[in-house]
């Protein structure tokens, strides 16, 4: 008996594994690290450093714990810096932002990824001013949730019962019509 040939599954969209920004090495991300554990901060040369110690300080004073990491240029790809927040997140727990010139990339152990994208959206507009994008990202976080999910879930679940259940009764009702239409009335027969 011949062998089964080996069916082989190709994609045309491969996963990719995580990837720090150019540039940061093993060795880079562990001086990242140090530098994160000493004040929640890190950043080329100390730029800014002082300005986003205070943006630290105020989200710790809100119940955030974060930390902030602060690279120049920008990486091949916008998702390099979460995966950069994403390794610092597993050292530091927390939330953790990753800003670069233009782009921005978070981790969080507490914060859904629903509100960090909201807040990294609006972040990304202080391109340049990594204090002043700090302070947007934990401003967006500080907001009370506008929206809730909860209640929009139950009206939704709850329409979705009573449009059923006006399906059936409008069903049943067309049905016992369509039945009685159809019996001719015995009384009526008797009658003659």
Known sequence: ?????T?????????????????????????ILL???????????????????????????????????VIPGNPGHDSNLRDLA???????????????????????????RVTLEWAEDAAKS?????????????????EPESVSWTAITGVLIAGTVLAVGGLYWVKARRARAELSASVPDERVGASE
Not at 86 to 112: F, N, P, R
Request: charged share 20%.
């Open 1 to 5: 008996m011949a062998p089964l040939p």
């Open 7 to 31: 069916v082989q599954h190709l994609s045309v969209f491969p996963p990719r594994a995580a990837e720090l920004p150019p540039g940061i090495t093993d060795s880079g991300l562990r001086t």
């Open 35 to 69: 530098d994160v554990a000493d004040n929640q901060v890190a950043t080329p040369r100390g730029k800014d450093q002082a300005g986003l110690e205070a943006v630290v300080a105020d989200a710790r004073s809100q119940g955030i714990p974060l930390s902030i990491v």
């Open 86 to 112: 994403t390794e610092v997140g597993k050292q530091e727990h927390g939330t953790v932002v990753v800003l670069s010139d233009d782009w921005v990339g978070t981790y969080s152990d507490s914060i859904s």
């Open 126 to 142: 202080k391109q340049g001013d990594s204090v002043e994008a700090a302070s947007v990202f934990v401003g967006r976080l500080e």
